[in-house]
Structures are given as structure tokens and as C-alpha cells.
């Protein structure tokens, strides 16, 4: 089992460049996460996917960051215009749909993470 | 949101075992506890999570209190990989979305 690959894993742009971020979540996993990790705000999610409908973006920062989920095996996290405080560590994580008692659970498998550096 | 409380550090010694609490006195009846670790410079992992039960997995043992509020992450025998930042978490009804990390408990483990 591969994992949820992500790449690239190191990116370093200058402000108002665009930055694609790209996640291929484990094949038979149904949902799909982004995540933003700073070491002032910590771990914080930012859109969720089931079944590549975006399902809650509540935490997408603002308009210059966009997520799509083409098929079920791709994910994409554009941020245009960057901005220097977009910097940080971007994961991308899979989970399945699971159930106990007929209460759904799942745990979520995280990528290696991109180390994003906006100067 | 219900939320968990955790040592901020703990320290263990190689090869002895390690005892990581959480408190949780606002849990629901459907929240589900997660226990999550980061190893530096790497992604979170998922550890373990169970309802009401204790729960055995290869990597760790999860201890729930009878009435719910506090659990403790068992690591049977610490090696210097599993120093790491361990995360308790609260999974509302066990819907998917709803991981909201906190700080966690960094663990150092000494040789």
C-alpha cells in the first residue's frame, strides 16, 4: 500500500506566484482532507471531499485558495495570488467510510506533507 | 465542540512503559476517541480510537474510563521512535471532518 502521495514535498515561490499542491489519496478511500499546519495556529482543516464533492470548506482561509477533486484518485490545493503567511506545511489526508454499532468512524491517513515557503 | 485536555510534555525512559492521558469531561455518548501521533517532520499517524471499550492494536493499548471522561494511550515498551507529539481527540458521532487537533502531549524518550 502506497500511501496518500503528495507532491511536490518542498516548494518555494515568491509572493503573488501560484501554488498547486497536488494529493493522491489511498484507492478505496472515499473521503479526502486538506490540512494547514503553522506552528502559531497548529493543525487546522481546510476542506473535506466524500466521494469528490467538496462536502465542507468552512476553513479555506479566503478566496485565493481553491480545492478540486477531478476522480477519485487526484486532488488538487491552488493558492493564487500567495501571499507570504500562506507559508507552511500543507497535508493531504484518506479515509474510509467505517462503521461500528451503526455509528460511522473513520481513521485518517495523512500524506507526507508539502513544506510550502512564499517569500 | 467537546474538548480534551493534555500534558503539554511527558518524558519516558527506552523500553519502559508510557502512560499518556486525556481528559475529556464533556464528551457526548457518540464521540469517539482518536488518539493520533506526529513524529517530526512527518504527517500525523493514526494510533488508535475507540468508544467505550479498551481497545489493543498492534501499535498501542487505549484505556477508557467507566464513565467516559479520560482515557490514557498506552505504549507498552517506549523506543526512541515514538517520540513524538501525541494528539487525544474527540470524533463527534464519528462523522468524518470533525479531527480538531489541539497541542498534544510532546513525549521525549530517553535512552
Known amino acids: 500500500d502506497a500511501g496518500v502521495i503528495q507532491s511536490p514535498r518542498h516548494e518555494v515561490t515568491e509572493m503573488g506566484q501560484e501554488v498547486t499542491l497536488r494529493c493522491k489519496p489511498i484507492?478505496?478511500?472515499?473521503?479526502l482532507f486538506w490540512y494547514r499546519q503553522t506552528m502559531m495556529r497548529g493543525l487546522e482543516l481546510l476542506i473535506y471531499f466524500n466521494n469528490n464533492v467538496p462536502i465542507d470548506d468552512s476553513g479555506m482561509p479566503e478566496d485565493r485558495f481553491s480545492a478540486k477533486m477531478p476522480n477519485a484518485s487526484f486532488s488538487t490545493l491552488k493558492i493564487q495570488p500567495s501571499e507570504p503567511r500562506d507559508s507552511a506545511v500543507y497535508f493531504c489526508?484518506?479515509?474510509?467510510?467505517?462503521?461500528?454499532?451503526?455509528?460511522?468512524?473513520?481513521?485518517?491517513?495523512f500524506g507526507p506533507g508539502t513544506r510550502l515557503l512564499v517569500l | 465542540d467537546a474538548k480534551t485536555t493534555q500534558p503539554n510534555s511527558m518524558e519516558s525512559n527506552e523500553e519502559e512503559p508510557v502512560h499518556l492521558p486525556c481528559n475529556h469531561s464533556?464528551?457526548?455518548?457518540?464521540?469517539?476517541i482518536h488518539w493520533y501521533r506526529q513524529l517530526p517532520s512527518q504527517g500525523p499517524e493514526y494510533v488508535i480510537h475507540g468508544l467505550t471499550s479498551n481497545v489493543n492494536n498492534r501499535m498501542a493499548s487505549l484505556a477508557i474510563a467507566e464513565d467516559r471522561k479520560s482515557s490514557t494511550l498506552i505504549l507498552h515498551r517506549a523506543t526512541l521512535r515514538d517520540a513524538a507529539v501525541y494528539y487525544c481527540i474527540l470524533n463527534y458521532g464519528g462523522s468524518q471532518g470533525n479531527l480538531i487537533f489541539g497541542k498534544g502531549t510532546k513525549l521525549s524518550v530517553k535512552p
Open positions: 489526508a484518506s479515509s474510509q467510510t467505517g462503521t461500528s454499532g451503526g455509528v460511522r468512524h473513520g481513521a485518517q491517513y
Open positions: 464533556t464528551i457526548s455518548g457518540t464521540d469517539y
Open positions: 484507492s478505496g478511500h472515499d473521503y
